[in-house]
C-alpha cells in the first residue's frame, strides 16, 4: 500500500506514525519539488519518543540524509536501506522555505 502526502510549508511531518501502517518495510521514497520556486530543502529521519510523543531535541534522531536541496521540477528517489522498526521509530521529513522566501511544494510516494 502506497502512501502519498503534498507538503506545501517549511515544517516537520510524520510521514509514518510510530506504530502505524505500513509496516517499515519501505521500497522506494520519491520526493518531488513541484512548484516554479528555488530548491527546497529536506531532511528525512526516524525519531523515537525519548523526550516527546512530537519532534523535540531531546528525540533520537537517525537521518537517512539532512540538509539536501531539490532543485525545483527534479524528483529525488531513494531506494536503499530504508527498512527500520517501525514498533520504535516515527518517519518524519523536516521541509524549509526555499532559498527565495517561497514555501516548498512537495509530493512524496511511499512505496
Known amino acids: 500500500m502506497a502512501i502519498y502526502k503534498n507538503i506545501t510549508s517549511g515544517t516537520t511531518t510524520t510521514l509514518i506514525t510510530k506504530g502505524g501502517i505500513p509496516?517499515?518495510?519501505i521500497k522506494?521514497?520519491?520526493?518531488?519539488?513541484?512548484d516554479g520556486h528555488q530548491a527546497d530543502n529536506v531532511c528525512l529521519f526516524l525519531e523515537d519518543e525519548t523526550a516527546?510523543?512530537?519532534t523535540d531535541a531531546g528525540n533520537v534522531k537517525f537521518y537517512f540524509f539532512k540538509d539536501v536541496d531539490i532543485p525545483m521540477g527534479t524528483s529525488l528517489v531513494v531506494?536503499?536501506?530504508l527498512s527500520y522498526?517501525?514498533?520504535?521509530?516515527?518517519?518524519?521529513m523536516v521541509t524549509q522555505n526555499a532559498s527565495d522566501g517561497g514555501t516548498p511544494s512537495?509530493?512524496?510516494i511511499i512505496k
Open 79 to 81: 531506494d536503499d536501506n
Open 23 to 25: 509496516s517499515g518495510r
Open 85 to 92: 522498526d517501525e514498533r520504535l521509530y516515527h518517519l518524519r
Open 52 to 54: 516527546s510523543t512530537s
Open 106 to 108: 512537495l509530493t512524496i
Open 28 to 34: 522506494k521514497i520519491t520526493i518531488a519539488n513541484v
